[in-house]
């Protein structure tokens, strides 16, 4: 780790490391070859993560979570991120979005989230609007004081069924200075409504295990308290999370980034060709220093961001940088430690061809690389008016 941490810190990472190298590193490469987690392996890592105060530990004590602030959660993530997403994803981070939920919907969606009662999705993609979410063609038409939800959702992802989901859909249009918006709503949907389809969509082949949904919403008959927050302010709710996941996806990459760079040096130092260790050439350290030098300036842009959402200053643009940076560093570290393996480094016996596929996601998840960049241009361009 490149950044110093205060003792308690240090030993909430030792702790975590410990029960990953003790309950989730073990199962990594059956879950990779079955393309699944065995349901024991997963409820396993479930006890035992809320017995050590891991699971839900991003949400407040006062609605049953571990009430850990940002710089404690980045400790956590990057010490996840050494895994793969499958077996992390059981020890739960439930969306921070249901701190929106109000009267009964604290007892029926959120309380449980926190208790591993429930599970929940965050339901946004659809087959014809990913980066573009205003794309969307789910809609939510009034009747009476109820609400109709028909659509669709792909690529909504969790470790293993959920109970509900978060669904944002159009319910009309706004007219704004620029031009007419779609007011897009969100919903809690249970699985198991009149309408409600909720069913295993493709198969990823980076984090092998962990699901997609498709989720299909037919004639859906929706109560008025089953809106999350305000009529027509869906986006500006996610918009108030997506900030944090991101920095999440930040750290996670420095975990696995560091794990394979470890595996890139005890190669590099280990390996002989021409009668020496592979390391002795420049070519090769170089490609180590460089990682080196990737995996602190993410950990530092990690660092830096956590401090700012800890004050309550973060910004799109803040967590949109940290994400390109960390994904991209990832994706440079985990491709140079193939070529540092030469081509056992693809061999399905090692675990770096497993690790470089599952960093391809982190590129594409949560908002694509260019959509990030799209939030710092604006950043830089809005203010001038441009
Ligand atoms: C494993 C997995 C899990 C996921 N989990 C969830 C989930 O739980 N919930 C959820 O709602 N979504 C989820 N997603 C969806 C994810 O957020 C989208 O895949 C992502 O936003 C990109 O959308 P897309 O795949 O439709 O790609 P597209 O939007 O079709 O993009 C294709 C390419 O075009 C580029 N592009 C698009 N528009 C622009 C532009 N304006 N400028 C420059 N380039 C552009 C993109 O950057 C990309 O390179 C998940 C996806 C995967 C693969």
Redesign the pocket.
Known sequence: MNIPMSHENELLRETVRAFFNEHVLPHEETVDRLGEVPEEIGRDIEAKAKELGLYAANLPESVGGGGLNHTQMSIIEREFGRTSHALHSWVARPTELLLACQGDQVEKYLLPCATGEKRE?????EPEA???AMGMKSNAKRDGDDWILNGM?H???APTMADFAIVFAATGVDETKRGPRKRVTAFLVDRDMPGVTFREGNK?V?NRG?K?YELIFDDVRLAPDQVLGEEGRGFELAGQWLGMGRIWVGATCCGKAERLMEMAADWAATRKQFGQPIGSFQATGFRLADMAIGLRSADLMVWDAVRRADAGHLKDEDAAMVKVYCSEMLCKVADDTVQIFGGMGLMEEMPVQRLWRDSR?ER????????QR?IVTRSILRPLGA
């Open positions: 999705l965050f339901g946004l993609t990913g980066s573009d959702k690529f909504i992802s990823c980076s962990y997609t996601i594409i998840w949560d908002g694509t690389s260019e959509i799209h």
